[in-house]
């Protein structure tokens, strides 16, 4: 089973401020097939980023993908109200898939 | 209305069963792998299951495997599954989710249903 690691735990950033997210992986992770979901309370997780990459319909720009071995990176080049929220990294190519445990971003 | 709608979430002892059901409507349910991910309270997000867009191959998490069964119902654009031999670490909010790639075995979830909530509890 591949491990996801996420850090920060919790990271506090004002409006503005660009924030980095990563999602490391216990091993390869096939042909990059890495997710990254937004969720915040009470609703569902909502797809930003798949493929490690590649922005989901109608996902704003300044949320971006990028891998590099079994690191990957989530960054919001300028945070704005509505990006305050849990992250989740997830590997979809490898069974069993696994979501990594999350980073929260909440409003410094 | 919401393409992926979960239903049959409730309270159940431990030891019980419920069956779960999402709804699709909107897209061509039949070329889409269905999932379900759940999420216990305050945690965070756990594989549970998929079943394939034809309905004759299925996958579970350990955690549920042997206990739960998923089966879909393309004429009824409809997934189910039945969770049998429900313990407390069952409980969480259960979410049915598809694909963004139809047909495709790998795919990252681009479309989920709002969730439904399985209590286990005496």
């Known amino acids: 089973e591949i491990v996801l690691t996420q850090s920060p735990g919790t990271l506090s950033l004002s409006p503005g401020e660009r924030g980095t997210l990563s999602c490391r992986a216990s091993?390869?992770?096939?042909?990059?097939?890495l997710a990254w979901y937004q969720q915040k309370p009470g609703q569902a997780p909502r797809l930003l980023i798949y493929?490690?990459?590649s922005r989901a319909t109608g996902v704003p720009d300044r949320f971006s993908g990028s891998a590099s071995g079994t690191d990957f990176t989530l960054t919001i080049s300028r945070l704005e109200p509505e990006d305050f929220a849990v992250y989740y990294c997830?590997?979809?190519?490898?069974?069993?898939?696994?979501f990594g445990p999350g980073t929260k971003v909440d409003m410094k | 209305q919401l393409p992926l709608v979960e239903s049959g979430g409730g309270l159940v002892k431990p030891g019980g069963s419920l069956r779960l059901s999402c709804a699709a409507s909107?897209?061509?349910?039949?070329?889409?792998?269905i999932t379900w991910i759940r999420q216990a309270p305050g945690k965070g997000l756990e594989w549970i299951s998929f079943?394939?867009?034809?309905?004759?191959?299925?996958f579970y998490a350990d955690s549920v495997k042997g206990r739960f069964t998923m089966s879909r119902d393309n004429a009824q654009n409809s997934v189910e599954l039945q969770m049998n031999s429900l313990r407390a670490e069952d409980t969480a909010v259960y979410y049915c989710?598809?694909?963004?790639?139809?047909?495709?075995?790998?795919?990252?979830?681009?479309?989920w249903g709002p969730g439904t909530s399985v209590t286990v509890s005496s």
């Open positions: 989710a598809r694909g963004v790639t139809p047909f495709s075995y790998y795919y990252a979830l681009d479309v």
């Open positions: 909107g897209f061509t349910f039949s070329d889409y792998y």
């Open positions: 079943i394939s867009y034809s309905g004759d191959s299925s």
């Open positions: 091993q390869s992770v096939t042909s990059n097939f």
């Open positions: 493929g490690a990459s």
């Open positions: 997830h590997q979809y190519g490898s069974s069993p898939q696994t």
